[in-house]
């Protein structure tokens, strides 16, 4: 089975509904289905739609042969939102995790296969005031508290999106100029090592123990051809189903979102 995720910074655009611009270059290009094309997942997993369904045009809610499941804010338009496109129907599908202002924010699809669970989560930025950081740093325990029901159980799933968090050093091109920023600080950096001692593995580590890996580049001053990045992108397994894992890798050659998509091959 292959499952994607990834960041796509704007339903519409990356479909085509709405022109996107990279530099001077306008597009209305179908980036997101030629990509699916080409790669046929089983699943993908994308975050920040920014878009309610009512919005998208008909032919482009979902590429052929999949089905869909989109969550949205409730309350803002044009903020946050995910939606999880898959060729297996799913048994159950669920949308919040209990907390009113956590899923009115529209920031998790989680799809139950019966014998594996896929989480896929927009977790929040920080970068608009430490009351944002806050609010990130409750949401990850909320959602993590939330999973324990399936560790209680020893239940297969995947937690996977966009974390928002860089990890270690190696995991963004410059760890010393960020450590006061939101991505990076040591009390979300703090997230990301509870999540590991929960027993989840960051499984991209497991096959590739490299700096210079990133899934995320500013818009600002070519960081992308310079490779000034971040990995902020995971698919986190719990234990049992990390055995499965044949590959995870990033694809930093892939355009049409400030992020790339990352993509892991499982033996489900």
């Avoid at 990356?14 to 030629?34: A, E, M, W």
Wanted: hydrophobic letters at 30%; one cysteine or more.
């Amino acid at each position: 089975m292959k499952i994607v995720s990834w960041n796509i910074n704007g339903y519409r655009s990356i479909t085509g509904q709405n022109p996107s611009k990279r530099y001077d270059n306008v597009s209305y290009d179908n980036k997101l289905f030629k990509y699916i094309e080409a790669e046929k997942p089983d699943i993908i997993c994308l975050q920040e739609t920014k878009v309610d369904e009512n919005q998208i045009n008909v032919e482009l809610k979902a590429p052929s042969g999949y089905h869909y499941y989109y969550s949205h804010c409730s309350f803002k338009k044009g903020y946050s939102g995910v939606v999880t496109f898959t060729k297996h129907k799913p048994k159950e599908i669920n949308f919040n995790i209990g907390i009113n202002k956590f899923d009115i924010e529209g920031r998790i699809v989680e799809t139950d296969f019966d014998d594996f669970v896929l989480i896929n989560v927009y977790f929040p930025n920080g970068t608009s005031g430490y009351h944002r950081v806050e609010y990130k740093l409750e949401f990850y325990d909320a959602l993590f508290l939330y999973l324990k029901k399936y560790r209680d159980k020893g239940k297969k799933h995947i937690v996977c999106g966009d974390y928002n968090t860089a990890h270690k050093e190696i995991d963004l091109a410059r760890p010393k100029e960020n450590e006061g920023n939101s991505g990076f600080l040591p009390e979300e950096r703090k997230k990301i090592d509870e999540i590991i001692d929960m027993g989840y593995i960051d499984t991209f580590r497991m096959f590739n123990k490299d700096g210079g890996n990133y899934t995320w580049w500013s818009q600002r001053g070519r960081a992308r051809e310079k490779n000034v990045g971040w990995r902020i992108d995971y698919f986190f397994a719990d234990k049992k189903t990390s055995r499965l894992v044949q590959n995870s890798i990033i694809q930093p050659e892939i355009f049409g979102s400030d992020h790339c998509p990352i993509v892991l091959n499982i033996d489900l």
